[in-house]
């Protein structure tokens, strides 16, 4: 089985200052991970994603992901937050050879405030 | 050029009545997906058809029934509706086709919001 947790139900952050968004996952064999975003009344967003390769991924919108194997992480970064970053943000997993079937971490509000 | 469609965006509708939510992808994907978000915006996926195959039905009551006419189309039919089915129900499509590759993320709908009184 396969597993995301998010620890933080919301990260407040100030406009203009670095924010952090966390993400632990657990799966066996290689995890490939993504992050989306949804503001408010719409569908997901695609982020990023990590599959193979470096492990700082850059993404949409100035953000990026460090997948760190050792802490099983793949927390969501970005050097200077917007306050049209405010949204909530959901990690993902899925593994090689399962078949295309994402499994999603419980979300994180992001608030950034001016 | 909405990649994924659903209609209609919002649903209200009594207590054990029978709806249908539509979704549409142009994406030319093989695999299609429902999820349901709850009051507190957790993701559970309901079903994932490839190619007009059921291949994922989780713990659904039976009278949530998807039905996908072609790998383009992906329609949830619900029976009986109840309170709790009040949510918002997202359709999904990825290029993946179940060939164990699972590099593809998804593409979502906007959702559909389901409100039953």
């Known amino acids: 089985a396969q597993s995301v947790a998010q620890p933080e139900d919301q990260v407040n952050v100030a406009e203009g200052n670095p924010l952090t968004v966390k993400c632990t996952y657990s799966v066996s064999g290689n995890p490939y991970l993504f992050w989306y975003v949804q503001y408010p009344n719409r569908g997901l967003q695609f982020l990023l994603k990590?599959?193979?390769?470096?492990?700082l991924v850059k993404g949409s919108y100035g953000f990026e992901a460090e997948f760190n194997k050792s802490q099983t992480s793949f927390h969501l970064k970005k050097p200077s937050a917007l306050v049209s970053d405010s949204a909530l943000y959901f990690c993902?997993?899925?593994?090689?050879?399962?078949?295309?079937?994402?499994?999603f971490g419980g979300g994180t509000r992001l608030m950034v405030k001016p | 050029d909405t990649a994924v469609s659903q209609t209609p965006k919002y649903l209200v509708t009594q207590m054990g009545n029978d709806k249908s939510i539509k979704c549409e992808q142009n994406l030319g994907h093989d695999t299609m997906y429902w999820y349901k978000q709850d009051s507190k915006k957790f993701l559970k996926i309901m079903f994932s058809?490839?190619?007009?195959?059921?291949?994922i039905n989780e713990t659904v009551p039976n009278r949530f029934s998807p039905k996908s006419p072609d790998k383009a189309h992906l329609n949830l039919h619900i029976n009986s509706l109840e309170l709790g089915d009040s949510a918002v129900y997202f359709c999904?499509?990825?290029?993946?086709?179940?060939?164990?590759?699972?590099?593809?993320?998804?593409?979502f709908g906007s959702g559909t919001r389901l409100t039953v009184v």
């Open positions: 990590y599959i193979t390769g470096d492990n």
């Open positions: 058809y490839n190619n007009k195959e059921l291949i």
């Open positions: 993902a997993v899925n593994r090689d050879n399962a078949g295309n079937m994402l499994t």
């Open positions: 999904a499509s990825s290029q993946d086709s179940g060939s164990g590759q699972g590099i593809y993320g998804y593409t």
